[in-house]
């Protein structure tokens, strides 16, 4: 896997100072579409799906004006690099458990709750019900917040909301798409392989 050769540009970052490189991002093409992978200097904050140029745009203005920084093109800073080279091993089956840092600054509360005992609790090749997670957090009947949850997730495939699906065994919803989440969960020996 290698990175997308042409990425749109970032918003203008500012020419000098500590915050010019307080937010770096890279794209990388992976299996499921290519991935904007974004960090802070505490750690990976948010992988978005579908990164074509547009995309790619909107999510790094949403970054500057929730973090209140600049981003810049980052595709040497360690975090980025590290994400990519650890999501290049999970795609190719060689990695099962993420260790890039990671900044939790886009989610608190209930969602922040539910993602953190995601992250913990749901190892590769394995899922969750919703109820069963909800249960987890200490919420019991909180099924469709853990639903939300799920869906406001700002580092998808790293915190594997992929992994939750629903009790009665249907897949779930995901914000990347179905055929993203049933391409993760056939990765990881969950599901079969799509025929085509």
């Not at 505490?42 to 973090?67: E, I, K, N, W, Y």
Request: a neutral charge.
């Amino acid at each position: 896997m290698t990175e997308t050769p042409a990425t749109p540009t970032a918003p203008a970052a500012p020419a000098a100072g500590p915050s010019a490189a307080a937010l770096a991002w890279t794209v990388r093409d992976t299996p499921i579409g290519p991935l904007l992978l974004a960090a802070t200097e505490r750690g990976l904050v948010t992988v978005v799906f579908h990164a074509d140029g547009p995309t790619v745009r909107r999510s790094l203005a949403r970054l500057a004006g929730r973090l209140g920084v600049e981003p810049v093109r980052g595709d040497g800073d360690p975090v980025p690099a590290e994400a990519a080279r650890q999501l290049d091993a999970y795609f190719r089956g060689e990695l099962r458990e993420f260790s890039v840092p990671l900044d939790w600054s886009l989610t608190s509360g209930f969602n922040g709750r539910v993602l953190r005992v995601l992250a913990e609790s749901v190892p590769y090749g394995s899922v969750v019900g919703y109820r069963t997670l909800a249960d987890r957090v200490g919420e019991p009947g909180a099924a469709r917040a853990v639903g939300v949850a799920m869906g406001s997730n700002p580092l998808p495939v790293v915190v594997p909301c992929h992994r939750v699906v629903e009790s009665d065994g249907g897949i779930g919803g995901f914000g990347g798409g179905l055929e993203t989440k049933r391409a993760l969960l056939a990765l990881e020996g969950v599901l079969p392989a799509p025929l085509f």
